[in-house]
């Protein structure tokens, strides 16, 4: 048996606010829309991970989501531009990312992050 992808569900009543956050800002391709449910992902080959924490480094809450990008400027700046508000960073952090939380319309922290 292989695992062949990890789909993180998040319980909300109000859908089409993931299309704004995921993407609008983030650039996220709508995969498949039920209308009870909607999944953003991309095209590009992805690695399954999930990871389990005890906190999420240099002193933060663990995220709910950590979500890697290819110009974490350029996602910040996305985010600022569509009034999310920024909870931590961005900031270079000593494991080797450059990373900042925001808080998607669900209330729940997400990492962003790229590798240096």
Same mark, same amino acid.
């Given at each position: %048996?292989?695992? #062949? ?7 909300? *009543? ?6 704004? &956050?995921? =993407? ?7 995969? %498949?829309? =039920? ?6 992902? /991309? ?19 663990? $995220?709910?989501? /950590? ?6 400027? @350029? @996602?910040? @700046?996305? %985010? #600022?531009?569509?009034? &999310?508000?920024?909870?931590?960073? $961005? @900031?270079?952090? $000593?494991?080797?990312?450059? *990373? ?5 319309? &669900? ?7 790229? =590798?240096?």
């Amino acid at each position: %048996m292989k695992v #062949k992808r990890i789909i993180a569900n998040i319980d909300t *009543r109000d859908i089409a606010a993931a299309r704004r &956050f995921y =993407h609008d800002v983030l650039g996220l391709d709508l995969l %498949m829309d =039920h209308g009870w449910i909607a999944t953003y992902g /991309s095209g590009e080959t992805m690695s399954v991970q999930i990871s389990f924490a005890e906190q999420g480094g240099s002193g933060t809450p663990t $995220p709910d989501l /950590s979500i890697e990008v290819d110009d974490v400027e @350029a @996602a910040l @700046a996305g %985010m #600022k531009k569509a009034g &999310f508000a920024i909870e931590y960073g $961005p @900031a270079d952090e $000593p494991w080797g990312v450059r *990373r900042f939380f925001v808080r998607d319309p &669900f209330g729940k922290l997400v990492n962003i992050l790229a =590798h240096r």
